[in-house]
Antibody, heavy 119, light 106 residues
Framework: EVQLVESGGGLVQYGGSLRLSCAAS????????MTWVRQAPGKGLEWVST????????YYADPVKGRFTISRDDSENTLYLLMNSLRADDSAVYYC????????????WGQGILVTVSS | IQLTQSPSSLSASVGDRVTITCRAS??????LAWYQQKPGKAPKLLIY???TLQSGVPSRFSGSGSGTDFTLTISSLQPEDFATYYC?????????FGGGTQVEIK
């Protein structure tokens, strides 16, 4: 059974940093691109970042570019999101998801982890 | 690429046929997916490649379209279908989602 479990969220002060983790199981992690999506309270879904299978290619939404870094550790079957210079509008539930290519879709999602940035 | 979903919300009864539209600001071929999200839960993939039903998703869900105009249809609304639906384009970065359509009980 495919499982994605996020951790590392919580309350952080404005300007602070946080690292989210997404532990994957039930599939060959190294064979898939992975992605982060967030959802602010009461709002819609917002794509945040994607990392390729090899890890050589990374993509970011404009609001997080230069502040967030996506990475992966295939030996640990874990996806990461390092978030620096956090702002109030980064407060959201963050989901990791498996990205199936070349057909293109997010087929499995984690349960989500809440990040709250306080001013 | 911006995605505009309509309507943003709708009220319908069990058994109704429901159609949600998603319009892209430029052509995206068939690089479109649809997701269902219930309160407090992660999104669930329904349709990918504009019209391919994800395994395990009931056949009352269907998708159509190509280029800039897409639709998600629920042929006969069931109680468990009351949720918010999102379209997503995967043609190019930044990947984007539509604003969502909340389907409520009439």
């Amino acid at each position: 059974e495919v499982q994605l479990v996020e951790s590392g969220g919580g309350l952080v002060q404005y300007g602070g940093s946080l690292r989210l983790s997404c532990a994957a199981s039930g599939f060959t992690f190294s064979h898939y691109a992975m992605t982060w999506v967030r959802q602010a309270p009461g709002k819609g879904l917002e794509w945040v970042s994607t990392i390729s299978v090899s890890g050589d290619n990374t993509y970011y939404a404009d609001p997080v570019k230069g502040r967030f870094t996506i990475s992966r550790d295939d030996s640990e079957n874990t996806l990461y999101l390092l978030m620096n210079s956090l702002r109030a509008d980064d407060s959201a539930v963050y989901y990791c998801a498996r990205y199936v290519r070349p057909v293109y879709y997010f087929d499995y999602w984690g349960q989500g982890i809440l990040v709250t940035v306080s001013s | 690429i911006q995605l505009t979903q309509s309507p943003s919300s709708l009220s319908a009864s069990v058994g109704d046929r429901v159609t949600i539209t998603c319009r892209a600001s430029q052509g995206i071929n068939s690089y479109l997916a649809w997701y269902q999200q219930k309160p407090g839960k992660a999104p669930k993939l329904l349709i990918y490649a504009a019209s391919t039903l994800q395994s395990g998703v009931p056949s009352r869900f269907s998708g159509s379209g190509s280029g800039t105009d897409f639709t998600l249809t629920i042929s006969s609304l069931q109680p468990e279908d009351f949720a918010t639906y999102y379209c997503q384009q995967l043609k190019s970065y930044p990947l984007t989602f539509g604003g969502g359509t909340q389907v409520e009980i009439k």
